[in-house]
Structures are given as structure tokens and as C-alpha cells.
């Protein structure tokens, strides 16, 4: 079964305005963490947000969040005021607690349009 | 700066030969990992390593070997043995374990076979 799961395969936004990019996760482990990193054309992929399973808020990295709702296992990422320079894949990952490796999701691919 | 550094950027490979992928990393990092990424595909692990002189298959480790001689070093083979080794190879590294232990990645190696 899937661990990771991001539905979108592909989003348009325009410039300015606030995206999200869903991700939904499975895990049987109370500890966890969910990470999302962003990747533009050049490959590298590129930290952007954390979230602890325990964290009792929300992360926040600029304009970045994660609306995390724990019951629903859903760790969207918000990227507010959209730029032209968001274009790019977007990765969402969990780890578990005491695992080594980290599991991806697919992607979703973001368009900012002018 | 502290980073990873991956080389080369590109590299063409004809048919029957192995080839070594580079990754450094000066962040004091213990754990270092090996990711495939075929176009449209999120990351599949091929090897991953822990401490000096010790390292795990991943998912997809037939084809490939690596070597953990130093703790700043985690080269990657590709061998004659893999049958489809045209990719995206990114190597990754982090403090280690724990859930909330970020990877952090390089810029990544495109490797082409002719």
C-alpha cells in the first residue's frame, strides 16, 4: 500500500494568488515526521517544510505552511502569493520514527502562470 | 558553505561499462543515501549507509555497489549489470535517524547510457 499518496498530478495557479498541494499519508507508528521539498528543472531537491507528528502546530516557512490534520492523515503544503519561480515538482515524504529512510510521494507538478 | 556536492553533472556511459557517480558532503552528516528518478517518477532508494564502512540495500540496489571509506564520501557504481541505468541519480545525506532528521540533497548526476 502506498505510504505517500499525492493525488495531483499536475496544478496550475496564477501568479500572486495561494496553491495547495495535497498529500495524504498511511502510518501505523504515533511517531512521524512529513516533509516536502520542491524541485525546479535544474533535479535538485530542495528542503522547504517539517512537521513532527507531535508538533501541536502548524509549520510555517515563509510562504510556506502545512496544514497538517493529524485524524485525517493529510499534510497539504499552502504556498501563498504564488511566483513565477514556484514552477517546479513538488515531493512530499514521511519518515517513521526509527527508520532510516524517508518514503516519497510522486509529485505533483506546479505552473505558475503570469 | 556547507553542502553536498555531487559529480559529474552529466555523464554518457556506453553499453558494458561501469561508472562511478561522486558524493560529498561537509555537513558532519553520518548518514548519506543513493536515490534513482526516472522522468515523471518520485525517488526509489538503490543504497543507503549509516556509519563509516557499513551500508544497507535499498529497494533497487542490483546493479549498482557503493563504499563508505569516509564519513564525507559515498560513491555510487553503476555496473554492467544494471540493464537500464539512464536516469537522475541524487545523493542525500542527513544527521541520522531520527523521524524529524531532515535529508538534505545534492544537485544530482544525469546519466545517460549510449
Not at chain 2, 526516472?38 to 563504499?67: C, H, M, T, W
Request: include cysteine.
Amino acid at each position: 500500500a502506498q505510504k505517500i499518496t499525492q493525488t495531483q498530478p499536475g496544478m496550475f495557479v496564477q501568479e500572486k494568488e495561494a496553491v495547495t498541494l495535497d498529500c495524504t499519508y498511511d502510518t501505523s507508528d504515533p511517531s512521524y515526521g512529513l516533509f516536502w521539498y520542491k524541485q525546479p528543472s535544474s533535479g535538485e531537491m530542495i528542503f522547504l517544510i517539517y512537521q513532527g507528528s507531535y508538533d501541536q502546530q502548524n509549520a510555517t516557512e515563509g510562504r510556506y505552511s502545512l496544514n497538517f490534520q493529524k485524524a485525517r492523515k493529510s499534510a497539504n503544503l499552502v504556498i501563498s502569493a504564488s511566483q513565477l519561480g514556484d514552477s517546479a515538482m513538488y515531493f512530499c515524504a514521511m519518515r517513521e520514527g526509527g527508520s532510516y529512510i524517508p518514503t516519497f510521494g510522486r509529485g505533483t507538478s506546479l505552473i505558475v502562470h503570469p | 558553505d556547507g553542502g553536498i556536492t555531487q559529480s559529474p553533472k552529466y555523464l554518457f556511459r556506453k553499453e558494458g561499462q561501469n561508472v562511478t557517480l561522486s558524493c560529498e558532503q561537509n555537513l558532519n552528516h553520518d548518514a548519506m543515501y543513493w536515490y534513482r528518478q526516472d522522468p515523471g517518477q518520485g525517488l526509489r532508494l538503490i543504497y543507503y549507509s549509516q556509519i563509516v564502512n557499513d551500508f544497507q540495500k535499498g529497494d533497487i540496489a542490483e546493479g549498482y555497489s557503493v563504499s563508505r571509506e569516509k564519513k564525507e564520501s559515498f560513491p555510487l557504481t553503476v555496473t554492467s549489470a544494471q540493464k537500464n541505468p539512464t536516469a537522475f541519480y541524487l545523493c542525500a545525506s542527513s544527521i541520522l535517524a531520527g523521524s524529524g532528521d531532515t535529508q538534505y540533497f545534492g544537485p544530482g548526476t544525469r546519466l545517460t547510457v549510449l
